[in-house]
């Protein structure tokens, strides 16, 4: 695979160096900038389950990279055969996490790539899929920075900004998709001001957002999750806006868990509400969003911060790592397409496709 140009003015959490894929380990941030190399379909697959790489688009990436290491190491001279074991790779990495539909956006892509691509040779198969990987990441960044210029004008010279989690340059190739459009404002000289809640249990808003902001010389001010009411009932907080792991067809968002109660409190504040993701976050298979899979992690993620024991032992646990929130609370949903307002059936299903 050829290198990408590795741009250090810009967070870039996955990179290619002398043939292995290099990650930033998001779990040891902000303390310790470390990067692992990945030569292989299970190494990139334990890397998205242990959250070594996060953020939807940025897994999407990573599976797309696995699938091409994978098919690497495919001994056979049948296409068909090559493309039945292709199917086993793809199924490894996608059991990897449930709830983000880019994971199986990427795959199908892959998929596609060579199921129309069986008349061609096994090594021209796995020569284009090496370069369909290269494709998908680097087209992301591209994908990031329109979804910025549609997001931009939303957001008012001097607005204050509450985000949750981290949807920004770690969470994707490159830029972020909320952070972006932040990053856009700022590039558009606007004077943004973001606050960012630590986001429990994993703190990627603490760890992961404030980092990035910081390195970026963005106004940042991390909060605990439960400050967010207190501010917008003070006129503290202008608007909010978060990322997304998948958009059902009706516009309801599935994020990370503590989205849908700061979309209860914007809309009791008459706070706007925006959400921006890729359109390769939109699942028009899903009519709603009760049907989206919701990924159950680690209890030790509640009850431990490392190896610090914060609960009693014992103690029940539960701890989704997405929550759901309806349509109804959602101001737009901005994406590289475009901006959808209210009639999101029927805007998602026409921006997917712009005519």
């Known amino acids: 695979m050829s290198t990408c140009p590795i741009d250090n003015r810009v967070i870039r959490p996955i990179r290619f160096v002398a043939g292995q894929c290099q990650m930033l380990d998001q779990r040891l941030l902000p303390a310790e900038e470390v990067w692992h190399s990945y030569t292989t379909c299970q190494e990139v697959a334990e890397a998205i389950r242990t959250m070594v790489v996060r953020g939807a688009p940025a897994i999407g990436v990573a599976a797309a990279i696995g699938v091409w290491f994978g098919v690497r190491d495919i001994d056979t001279e049948s296409s068909w055969e090559f493309y039945q074991e292709l199917e086993k790779i793809c199924a490894i990495l996608l059991a990897t996490r449930p709830t983000a539909v880019n994971l199986s956006w990427a795959l199908e892509r892959m998929k596609h790539f060579a199921e129309s691509n069986l008349d061609r040779s096994v090594p021209e198969l796995k020569i284009g899929l090496e370069y369909e990987a290269l494709a998908i990441t680097q087209e992301d960044e591209k994908i990031n920075r329109q979804m910025g210029k ?6 008012a ?31 558009a000289g606007k004077k943004i001001s973001v606050i960012a809640d630590e ?36 006129g503290e907080i202008d608007c909010v806006i ?17 989205t849908y109660t700061l979309a209860v409190l914007a809309k009791e504040h008459n706070i706007p509400f925006y959400v921006a993701a890729p359109i390769s976050t939109i699942d028009l298979s899903l009519n709603d969003g009760s049907l989206i899979p919701i ?26 790592a997405f929550d759901i929130t309806p349509h109804r609370l959602v ?14 059936l029927t805007g998602l299903s ?3 496709k712009p005519t």
């Open 350 to 352: 026409q921006i997917i």
């Open 157 to 187: 010279d001097g607005a204050r900004i509450l985000t949750h989690c981290n949807a920004g340059a770690l969470a994707t190739a490159a830029y972020g998709t909320a952070l972006g459009v932040i990053r856009a404002a700022v590039e």
């Open 150 to 155: 549609h997001g931009e004008p939303l957001l």
């Open 295 to 320: 990924e159950q992690r680690d209890e030790r993620e509640i009850t431990h911060i490392k190896n610090i024991q914060l609960a009693p032992e014992g103690i029940s646990v539960r701890n989704p």
């Open 199 to 234: 986001t429990r249990p994993f703190l990627q808003g603490g760890r992961l957002t404030a980092w990035e902001l910081q390195k970026d010389k963005i106004p940042v001010t991390l909060i605990c999750d439960n400050m967010a009411g207190a501010l917008m009932s003070k």
């Open 242 to 258: 978060v990322g997304a792991d998948r958009i059902a067809a009706n516009g309801d968002v599935a994020n990370k868990i503590g």
């Open 331 to 344: 101001t737009a949903i901005i994406t590289e397409n475009g901006v959808v307002e209210d009639d999101y």
